[in-house]
């Protein structure tokens, strides 16, 4: 489940400079299921919406690279979304780091949901396996930017 190596197949160890550092964590389906029904009652209550988004939520891979100073990993992890047929749904800036959110749809089901997250030192990506309808995701987009609103009136 962790191991020091990537577990992503964009990235191979010859990719990476000595000194880099890479954590991997393989997530299995009956760990997810585990978590996510001991934690579903309470989402249920708190945040239907995100709670109906995690349901879907099939398989999670994270891979966190630091100190990888001379690699090209970005441009790797671009070519591998472009060779996948994956389509950037967001980029944005937050706190000096890029975060991309990259989907791969079959039909109206999201299938695959690549996230890339880089700052001046360290990289993090995220594989995400779903069986999300479309519709269900712009739903949970307007209700996260509706509170959104929402608390931003409460704050002026």
């Keep these: 489940m962790i191991k020091r190596g990537s577990n992503m197949e964009f990235a191979k160890k010859s990719d ?46 994270f891979m966190a690279v630091s100190g990888a100073t001379t690699t090209n990993l970005s441009d790797k992890f671009n070519s591998y979304l472009a060779k996948n047929n994956f389509e950037e749904l967001m980029s944005l800036y937050s706190e000096g780091a890029r975060i991309t959110i990259n989907t791969k749809m079959k039909g109206d089901k ?13 990289h993090v990506f995220v594989d995400i396996k779903s069986d999300l309808d479309i519709n269900e995701l712009n739903r949970l987009i307007e209700e996260y930017e509706d509170k959104k609103e929402q608390n931003a009136s409460i704050v002026q």
Excluded: H, Q, T, W
Aim: charged share 35%; aromatic share 4%; glycine share 4%.
């Design 16 to 61: 990476f400079s000595n000194d880099a550092e890479i954590v991997s964590i393989n997530v299995p389906r009956i760990l997810m299921k585990s978590f996510i029904i001991g934690k579903m009652k309470e989402l249920k209550e708190d945040d239907p919406a995100l709670a109906m988004a995690i349901k879907k939520i099939k398989k999670i891979k």
């Design 110 to 122: 999201v299938k695959n949901i690549m996230l890339g997250i880089k700052d001046s030192e360290d």
